[in-house]
């Protein structure tokens, strides 16, 4: 029996390469760099749908457009609660100081890959009520001049776009997410 270290170790350990943790640090930071700046942007864009689609809601209930009027308020209410499952979903995770920073990483990496997935879920689900009642007020209030037939050929259009951009930004976040399952896989690899 050979004593510790035994040969073979030695052998297999000329070739071995260990991470930098200045680098792995530098990496944490500029991913939770990204993750803040995003939520502040989400954030900064609710703030605005509220003043912008708030005013609509008031104008439309000042017209007696109370279907419009209440479609708009929900929707607000939607990205609201989207923006709190953002912070609640998809901000940073707290380090801790006892964690080494790979295992932080690699769960930061982990937490935004599940929200990432989800978000057709909790971001882009609670809007889905709201836009559903403003375009079925904008074809209601149309159908009474022109007819339901013409109204909701009018209607396809837009509504199509609307849910057009809601597919679009799940399929983005499920491109992101599948980028940040490459990451964790990579940083599983290294164990």
């Known amino acids: 029996m050979s004593l510790p270290p035994l040969p073979a170790w030695q052998n297999a350990a000329q070739d071995a390469h260990f991470s930098d943790p200045a680098a792995c640090a530098a990496r944490a930071a500029t991913f939770e760099r990204?993750?803040?700046?995003?939520?502040?942007?989400e954030y900064a864009a609710g703030v605005l749908i509220t003043?912008?689609?708030?005013?609509?809601?008031?104008?439309?209930?000042?017209?007696?457009?109370?279907?419009?009027a209440f479609g708009l308020a929900v929707i607000i209410a939607g990205v609201w609660l989207a923006l709190w499952n953002l912070q609640r979903r998809a901000g940073?995770?707290?380090?801790?100081?006892e964690e080494a920073c790979l295992v932080h990483l690699k769960l930061q990496y982990q937490r935004q890959y599940e929200a990432l997935r989800a978000v057709p879920l909790w971001y882009i689900g609670p809007m889905v009520p709201g836009v559903l009642l403003f375009y079925f007020g904008i074809t209601q209030g149309t159908a009474q001049t022109l007819g339901w037939a013409a109204a909701v050929?009018?209607?396809?259009?837009?509504?199509?776009?609307?849910?057009?951009?809601?597919?679009?930004?799940?399929?983005?976040n499920l491109i992101a997410a599948r980028a940040l399952k490459r990451k964790i896989d990579g940083l599983n690899n290294l164990a």
Request: overall charge positive.
């Open 34 to 41: 990204s993750i803040k700046w995003r939520n502040r942007m």
């Open 51 to 68: 003043v912008v689609f708030g005013s609509a809601s008031i104008g439309a209930a000042s017209k007696g457009e109370a279907v419009i």
């Open 92 to 97: 940073n995770r707290l380090r801790h100081p």
């Open 153 to 172: 050929k009018g209607a396809i259009g837009p509504f199509l776009f609307s849910f057009g951009i809601f597919a679009a930004i799940a399929i983005a």
